[in-house]
């Protein structure tokens, strides 16, 4: 199978060096894929707190951070920021990201 890319629309996995890129456009949004996550101990502290306060299962609260970065990034393409507000929607917190 061929993989027409787009440079200026990939993605690329963090530190690899070789494979094609994989065009943002062309993934397939139906496909699943079963992952192995190693978290240091903050990170897994935070997420088992997310489980206890949501009652949601991991898996549901990753896929939920998954989604939500999904969103600041589209809105970031667009020159939008991510902020937290109060019900009057003045901004408490801008929430920045290193990416």
């Known amino acids: ?8 629309k990939t993605l690329r996995s963090a ?3 070789n494979g094609p890129d994989i065009a943002i456009d062309e993934l397939d949004a139906t496909a699943s894929a079963r992952i192995n996550l190693i978290l240091p101990g903050m ?9 206890a306060q949501t009652g949601l299962p991991r898996t549901e609260i990753v896929r939920h951070a998954i989604a939500l970065l999904g969103v600041a990034m589209k809105g970031r393409s ?3 920021e991510l902020a937290m507000v ?6 408490v917190s801008h929430i920045a990201s290193a990416l």
């Open 78 to 80: 667009k020159g939008l």
């Open 43 to 51: 990170q897994n502290a935070t997420l088992n707190a997310l489980v």
């Open 1 to 8: 199978m061929s993989t027409k890319v787009n440079p200026k």
């Open 15 to 17: 530190g690899r060096t």
């Open 86 to 91: 109060d019900a009057r929607d003045n901004v």
